[in-house]
C-alpha cells in the first residue's frame, strides 16, 4: 500500500443521546484542528448519528485511532455503546436484563476490528470503566492487540470517565500528530498527564511477547488534595511514576517499540508546563472541586486562581444542572458562593450571566432558570433572579422562563410581575427593580405553603418603592 493512501488518524464515535451536543461539537472542533494540522482524517460516527460494524469495516489503513463512545458493562465485560438503535421495545427490554443495549458491542472485538482494518498501532480509548478491557486482556491466552501497540484508555475500570476529560486527551493527542508520521505515545501520555491529571491507564503489547503491559495515572484522594495545593507538584509526581514504568520496559530488550520512542523524546520524561498548561490545570482542578461539592477548597482557589467571566459562568451552569436535574439540594450553598464571588473573577455582571445561560442552552438545550422552575427549585429560581437572569431567554424547545412562572401557580405573581414591569413606560423601571421584588416574593414563598402566592402589601410596597 502506498504511504498516500495511508491515514493519519480515524475516529470511531459512539451516539451520544444523553448530550448529543457534547459529542457533537467534539467532532466538529476536532475535524478543524485536523484541517489546520493538514492530516488525513476519517470519522465514522459524529455524535449524533453514531458508528455502525459497516462503517468501521470499511476503514482505510491509518497511523492512529480515537475511539469515543459511551459504555454498558454486560457478563463482566465492557461493551461500546456505538448506536442505540429505533427498536423501543428491545431497548426497553435490555434496560431492565443483563444484555447489552442495542448497538453495544463487546469493546475488544471493536479494537480489534479497528486494528485489522487500518493496522493503527497509536490508539486513545474514551470509554467511562475503560481499563477494564485491559483486564479483559491479561485473562486471554490469544492476545487481540497488534503487536507494538500502545494505548492510553482515559478511565479506569471502576472509574466513569469525565466528557471534558476525554476530549481535552483526545484534543491534546491530536496535535502531537504530524501528518505522514507516527505519534510517539510516551509524550502524548506524558502531555495528557501535564494537562488532565485524572485517572488514565496506558497499555502496551510489546513485540515479543504474548501479554500486555500496564501503568495506571490514578486520581486519589491525596492526589486531589495535592492538586488544589500545588498541581505541578502532583503531575510530578504522576510523571515520576510513569518513568520508573517505562525503566523497567527499557531494561528488558523485548519491549523494542518503546526503547525506539525513548530515543526519540529527551528522556526522562520532564515536568516542562507552559503557562497555558498550568492555567487549564487549574481550570480543571477548579471544575473538579465545584461537582464534588468541595466547598473548602473551592473557596481557597478563588483566593489564588482568577478564572474569566465565561469559564467561571460555564462552571456555574453545570453546577446549577447538577443540583436541579439531579435533585441535589447539597449544592445549592455551592451555586449560592459563586454567584456571590464576583471578585474572584474578571468581575462578571448580569449580561455576562445572561450570555453564559445563552451558551448554556446552545450547548445542553435548556435554560438553567427554566430548568429550575420546572423542577420547582424555589431557591435556585431566587438567586438566578436575584442576579439578573433575563426572564424572557428561550430554550431550545422555544419555552421561556416567563411563560412558566405564568403557567405555575406557585409562580405565577411573580411571572405577572415580571411582564406588567416589562410593558411599563416608566424609564425608572428597570429588570433589576423587578429582580429584587421577586427575591422578595421568593422569600415569602419558601417560608408558605406551595399553594399561596406573594401578598399585595408586598406588591404595594415593591411600587411605591420604584
Known amino acids: 500500500m502506498n504511504n498516500r493512501d495511508i491515514v493519519d488518524i480515524v475516529f470511531i464515535v459512539g451516539e451520544d443521546q444523553a448530550s448529543k451536543y457534547s459529542h457533537n461539537r467534539f467532532c466538529k472542533q476536532i475535524e478543524d484542528e485536523c484541517k489546520r494540522k493538514n492530516l488525513k482524517y476519517v470519522f465514522v460516527g459524529d455524535g449524533q448519528i453514531g458508528a455502525t460494524l459497516d462503517g468501521i469495516s470499511n476503514l482505510p489503513l ?25 427498536d423501543i421495545f428491545e431497548s426497553i427490554k435490555t434496560f431492565f436484563s443483563i444484555l447489552p443495549k442495542p448497538g453495544a458491542y463487546p469493546s475488544l472485538d471493536i479494537i480489534k476490528l479497528i486494528q485489522e482494518k487500518t493496522q493503527a498501532k497509536n490508539i486513545i480509548f474514551g470509554s467511562c470503566y475503560g481499563a477494564m478491557i485491559a483486564d479483559e486482556i ?69 513485540e515479543s511477547t504474548n501479554s500486555i503491559v500496564t501503568h495506571t495515572f490514578r486520581r486519589t484522594e491525596r492526589a486531589e488534595k495535592e492538586i488544589c495545593m500545588d498541581i505541578e507538584k502532583f503531575c510530578e509526581y504522576q510523571l515520576a511514576g510513569f518513568n520508573e514504568f517505562i525503566d523497567g520496559l527499557i531494561k528488558d530488550d ?52 482568577k478564572f474569566t467571566s465565561m469559564f467561571y459562568l460555564y462552571v456555574l451552569c453545570n453546577a446549577i444542572d447538577d443540583a436541579v436535574s439531579k ?35 446552545n450547548s445542553h438545550g435548556f435554560n438553567p432558570l427554566t430548568l429550575a422552575i420546572e423542577h420547582e427549585n424555589t431557591e435556585i429560581i431566587n438567586l438566578l433572579l436575584k442576579h439578573g437572569a433575563n426572564v424572557f431567554l428561550p430554550d431550545q424547545k422555544e419555552r421561556t422562563p416567563i411563560d412558566m412562572m405564568l403557567d405555575n401557580p406557585k409562580y405565577k405573581s411573580i411571572g405577572e410581575d415580571y411582564l406588567r414591569m416589562s410593558k411599563t413606560n416608566d424609564n425608572k423601571t428597570t429588570l433589576q427593580h423587578i429582580s429584587m421584588f421577586s427575591h422578595e416574593n421568593m422569600a415569602n414563598i419558601n417560608n408558605k405553603n406551595i399553594n399561596t402566592t406573594p401578598s399585595d402589601d408586598i406588591v404595594i410596597k415593591h411600587k411605591n418603592s420604584i
Do not use: C
Not at 67 to 83: D, M, R
Not at 165 to 188: R, Y
Open 62 to 86: 491509518a497511523r492512529h485511532a480515537v475511539v469515543l463512545a459511551h459504555s454498558k458493562v454486560a457478563n463482566e465485560k465492557h461493551h461500546l455503546v456505538l448506536n442505540r438503535g429505533d
Open 138 to 206: 491479561k485473562k486471554l491466552n490469544q492476545q487481540p492487540l497488534l503487536n507494538g501497540t500502545s494505548m492510553l484508555i482515559a478511565s479506569s475500570a471502576t472509574e466513569a470517565s469525565y466528557l471534558d476529560d476525554t476530549i481535552l486527551t483526545i484534543n491534546n493527542f491530536v496535535k502531537k500528530i504530524t501528518p505522514g508520521q507516527e505519534a510517539i505515545m510516551l509524550e502524548v501520555t506524558a502531555d495528557a498527564n501535564r494537562t488532565n491529571p485524572g485517572t488514565k491507564v496506558f497499555v502496551h503489547k510489546p
Open 254 to 305: 523485548k519491549n523494542k517499540e518503546i526503547i525506539k520512542q525513548s530515543q526519540l523524546v529527551s528522556y526522562p520524561l520532564k515536568m516542562e508546563m507552559t503557562q497555558i498548561q498550568k492555567q487549564a490545570l487549574h481550570k480543571l482542578s477548579f471544575e473538579r472541586h465545584v461537582s464534588y461539592n468541595d466547598i473548602q477548597v473551592v473557596e481557597r482557589l478563588l483566593v489564588n486562581v
Open 327 to 361: 435533585k441535589n439540594n447539597n449544592l445549592i450553598p455551592m451555586v449560592k458562593l459563586l454567584l456571590d464571588h464576583k471578585e474572584h473573577t474578571t468581575n462578571w455582571d448580569k449580561n455576562d450571566l445572561n450570555e453564559a445561560m445563552e451558551r448554556h442552552i
